[in-house]
């Protein structure tokens, strides 16, 4: 009888800690999403796709873990500073859009940092969206849901280089936040473990869990 006691003590003990990790466990998940993410896209991919040319020695450096010492304080071929906000020019959407990517690849490399926003320590998803949209005179708020909703920007069905793309990782609402380069190619700073580095939104993996496109412009 004792035993049998034992058993069912031990049954409900292991029913609770059940429930405690599924209430715990999204805000775990916030952390540290997507442990099961896809590997980065080989940059021949992206370059096939998108025609983007980075700097001779970036190629590898997605899954370095070491960024280019470049300064992103001007963009190539152009000599103009990044924040457009200050630099007097009338830009089209186009030449934006592409000025956001050409800045976002600086970073390819640099590691995930939970609740970074900087490039000196590192990013997180909306971290380095929200910067490198802050460099453009563009205010994101501070999480990925968030900036899906922000009113800052407009949903598109149609993304085009620059804007965001958005994805449900691991729970019902928006968890997650890239931007994207073109030919189904975005870049993204993924999580814990992993630095900057480019997506494909045809894998299976992110087509099950795209949320949608969004657009400043």
């Not at 466990?25 to 796709?49: F, K, N, T, W």
């Not at 590691?111 to 005179?137: E, R, V």
């Not at 045809?202 to 657009?215: D, E, I, M, P, V």
Request: hydrophobic share 35%.
């Amino acid at each position: 009888m004792r035993k049998m006691q034992r058993t069912i003590n031990y049954r409900g003990l292991a029913a609770l800690i059940g429930v405690a990790l599924a209430i715990v466990a999204p805000g775990v998940a916030a952390q540290i999403p997507g442990q099961d993410m896809p590997a980065a896209v080989p940059y021949e991919v992206v370059r096939e796709r998108t025609g983007l040319q980075l700097p001779t020695g970036r190629e590898s450096s997605q899954d370095s873990g070491q960024r280019s010492s470049e300064s992103p304080a001007l963009l190539p071929g152009r000599g103009m500073p990044a924040d457009a906000s200050e630099s007097g020019f009338a830009w089209s959407r186009a030449e934006r859009g592409q000025a956001l990517v050409t800045m976002a690849e600086t970073y390819l490399g640099l590691p995930y940092l939970y609740g970074g926003a900087k490039p000196q320590t590192g990013f997180d998803c909306s971290g380095y969206t929200g910067y490198l949209y802050s460099k453009f005179g563009i205010a994101l708020p501070r999480s990925a849901y968030a900036q899906s909703v922000s009113k800052a920007l407009k949903s598109t069905r149609r993304p085009a280089p620059g804007d965001l793309v958005f994805f449900k990782i691991n729970y019902k609402r928006v968890s997650h936040v890239g931007m994207y380069v073109g030919g189904d190619i975005f870049i993204h700073s993924p999580r814990t473990g992993k630095n900057v580095e480019f997506g494909n939104l045809k894998l299976k993996y992110w087509k099950t869990r795209f949320a949608g496109a969004s657009t400043p412009f």
